[in-house]
């Protein structure tokens, strides 16, 4: 049964993670030969490893269940007890993944104030590196997020600050849980869209819409050691091909169509603006729209009540992705339309 059975939303906006599998993508799992993969026996696990390395230009990689648990290995990896990251206010591992790193790493994160377009300035990092002095954690790692908030990291910026990173004895770690959106947008190949950086985690389960599964890309000792790590974390699968499968079929089959969401979202936000609304323009299948306090209730009923799944609140997130093609992104502008928004 399709799950969209269970569901009066036809249409539904909250984040690019809710997609299903395409008739194509489930006819590739059916098909995945598998082994156990705790042995390294999966075929098709090992397949997508190998490209993914490859692709992204590192010597190893490592399938996991999720991007929180690949995030969390990678920070496990890069530091250990007593250790401290740096990382953005905004960043995913920072402030939506329950502080695991602290909780299950004892690594202490030092969160500092990300700029408008997503990075976090140099002077802020260098102030934050704390001395090698028994007071302090030993700083270790600057972890990064591309895209965050919808917005792409600028080439210049990733080569200096990582390149800043290493000078100072830092290691580096990128959150690239849409990493193919900014590598789409900047039409650049995944190795340029991630140089620097040290390590890589790459989900396949958020735009590219594979029902689960991350990729950690780095060094051969950096994932032997995230692979202990995983092991403890509970994500040693086993018949886990079928699920590689669905990111292969990903790869070869939903990047490039990511442009697609990107145009969506632009089309959405020129429209959005046009009734009068504040949009913040989107770089790529993230935008944001201010709706007025009072107006909140009654358009959550609205949309609802049309079949469009959307988290209203004073800064309105709309993502667009591979199951709201563009009539539906249509009919969703029109529902805003029709939306009683006088005073
Ligand atoms: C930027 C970013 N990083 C990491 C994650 C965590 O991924 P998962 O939900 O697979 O644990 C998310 C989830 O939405 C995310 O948006």
Known sequence: MDGSQTSSFTIDLRSDTVTRPTPGMRAAMAAAEVGDDVYGDDPTVNRLQAIAAERFGF????FFPSGTQSNLAALMAHCGRGDEFLVGQEAHTYRYEQ????VLGSIQPQPLENEPDGGIALERIAAAIKPDDYHFARTRL???????GGRVLPMGYQREVTAFAHSRGLATHLDGARVFNAIVKLNVDERTGVAGFDSVSICLSKG????AGTMLVGSRDFIAAARRWRKA?????RQAGVLAAAGLYALQNHVRRLADDHANAEFLAAGLHAIGL???????NILYVDIPVPKIPGLKVHLDGRGINVTVTPRTRLVTHLDVPHPKIATTLQAFREFDWAD
């Not at 502080?99 to 602290?102: K, R």
């Not at 590219?208 to 029902?211: E, R, W």
Request: charged content about 5%; aromatic content about 0%.
């Open 59 to 62: 010597e190893s990689a490592l």
């Open 99 to 102: 502080g695991g790193a602290a």
């Open 142 to 148: 600057l972890a990064l997020e591309n895209t965050i």
């Open 208 to 211: 590219l819409g594979a029902p």
């Open 233 to 237: 974390l509970g994500g040693g699968m």
């Open 278 to 284: 504040s949009v913040v323009a989107p770089q790529t």
